[in-house]
Each structure stands twice: as C-alpha cells, then as structure tokens.
C-alpha cells in the first residue's frame, strides 16, 4: 500500500500527460477534417473546371450591395403563355426533319466569298437571343464583321494565337490528335468569308446607379446561345460553317473598343468566331 500510495502521482502524471495528448490530437483532427471538408467543398463545387465562368468572383461585390435585388423591380408582372400542342404523328415528324436537316451540317476548311444576305444574319441573331439565361440576364454580344481590313486583323489574332498553341501551349498529344484533320493556324478563310460572327459573354452589366449587375453562368448561357445560333444557321440555309474558341482578348479589346459602341471592359472574352459561306 505505501508503494502505490508513493507512485500515485506519477499515475496521475502520465494520465493527465496521455490526456493531454489525446484532446491536442483530436483538436488538430477537427481542424484539418474542417480545412478538408472546405477544400473540398470548394473544389466540387463546380464538376468540371471548363464549366466555371466567372459568376463566383461576383459574389463578394454582390453581399456589399445596399440591399435591391440588381435594381430592379421584384413585382415585374408575368407573362401568360400558353403552348401550341401537336398529336403524336406531327411531334415524330417534325423531331425527325429536324434531325435530318441538322445532319447535314458539315465543318469545312474551304470557305465561298458567295454574299451573304445580311438579313439572314440579323434574324438567326435575333433566334440566339431567344436562348435560356442564368436569371435571364442575357449576357451575350453578337459582333457582325464584313469590314475586310478588320476582319484580318481578327485573322492576325487568331493566327498569332493558334501558332502558340500548335508550337507551344498545347502539347505534342493535341498537335498529333490533330494531324488527320490536316489542320493548322494558317487560317485564310477568315478574310474569305463574307461575314464573321465573334460572340463575347458578358462577365457582368451596368445599373442605372452606378452597380455592377451579375450576370448568372454566363459562360454556360452564351454557350446554349450558340447552340440555338448554329442551329438558326442551318435552318436558314444550307450553310456550311466553322467555329472554334479562340485566345487574344486583348488585341480584340482595342480592335472593337475603336470599331464598336459597346463598352468592351464589361465583356470578358470566350471568343467564339463563325465563318460562314453558302
């Protein structure tokens, strides 16, 4: 009994040292779980980096606004619609034209100087812009070029821009993917085409006072647009066409901020050309 009476201190000792160890280490485990559950919270928030645009680096700017909703007027009445309804057979046989005349559209490297009638690109515009938006802020830009001096300085760009990406940015694996196409960043038909359609999505619009106006996945509802554009095109008329995304915002900053009466520092560019010939 004396001796474990003489050694109970130092069972105390090394009880309150192991529980000591256990609670830093359990307070160490909360904070690295939480630092965990943020990263990974933050990382899936979107499912795919290419899917991001640029709605989120809005978000600060948006909790200091004064309270309205984008300045504008949350009783806006509604419209009533009411959708025209079609049988079976008639559903089946437009589904099936459709399909049929979108099948017919190719991509070609070959582009006709044939005119254009500029109408029909101010009307499949005008169906773009029908298209879905993140809180139907519509944050698109359709540039019409037919001016041939600008249109190839736009060639000097994108040309600037894919000989980086044949030579440079993109890798020996993309080059090679690329090889049975027989493609390369000589792009001349861009002075060729009659006309050159460049679409910009707008990061963000201007309010009557002064705010920013946040323009909801833009980057996704300019690519629906486009969608329903190509689709728009081939309807139209047999049109072949050609588009790719493309690099050299800047140089088109100061190409179109002299050329255009849209302010370009609202647009971040995705730059989207379509060449198009009959």
């Known amino acids: 009994m ?9 069972f105390v000792a090394i009880i309150c040292v192991l529980i000591g160890i256990i609670l830093k280490s359990n307070r160490k485990n909360s904070k690295k779980g939480k630092s965990e559950t943020k990263n990974k919270s933050d990382s899936r928030r979107w499912v795919d980096d290419d899917l991001r645009d640029s709605t989120d680096d809005l978000h600060v700017e948006e909790e200091d606004a004064d309270g309205d909703w984008q300045g504008l007027d949350e009783n ?9 309804h079609y049988s079976e057979g008639e559903m089946i046989k437009r589904s099936k034209e459709f399909y049929e005349l979108l099948n017919k559209r190719r991509s070609v490297r070959f582009i006709s100087d044939e005119p254009v009638p500029r ?4 009307n499949v515009i005008k169906a773009a812009g029908t298209s879905p938006s993140g809180a139907h802020t ?56 009659p006309y050159l359609i460049l679409i910009f999505k707008q990061v963000y619009g201007m309010l009557p006072n002064g705010q920013k106006k ?7 509802s300019v690519s629906i647009a486009c969608g329903i554009l190509l ?23 100061v190409l179109f901020n002299s050329q255009c009466s849209f302010n370009c520092f609202v647009l971040k560019m995705n730059l989207f050309l379509m060449s198009l010939k009959l």
């Not at 109408?119 to 101010?122: D, F, K, M, T, V």
């Not at 095109?233 to 790719?244: E, K």
């Not at 493309?246 to 140089?251: D, I, K």
Request: aromatic share 12%; with cysteine.
């Open 2 to 10: 004396e001796l474990f009476s003489s050694l109970t201190p130092v």
């Open 76 to 84: 806006i009445a509604h419209v009533s619609f009411s959708a025209e």
């Open 119 to 122: 109408e029909i690109i101010n």
């Open 138 to 193: 519509e944050p698109w830009t359709f540039v019409v070029v037919q001016d041939p001096e600008v249109k190839h300085r736009i060639r000097e760009i994108i040309e600037e821009e894919e000989e980086i990406n044949y030579k440079k940015r993109m890798g020996d694996r993309w080059v090679n993917d690329l090889k049975r196409l027989r493609t390369n960043w000589i792009k001349e038909y861009l002075d060729t085409a």
């Open 214 to 220: 946040i323009h909801y996945y833009n980057e996704i």
């Open 231 to 253: 689709a728009a095109l081939q309807i139209s008329f047999s049109v072949v066409h050609i588009t790719w995304g493309c690099r050299g915002e800047e140089q088109a900053y």
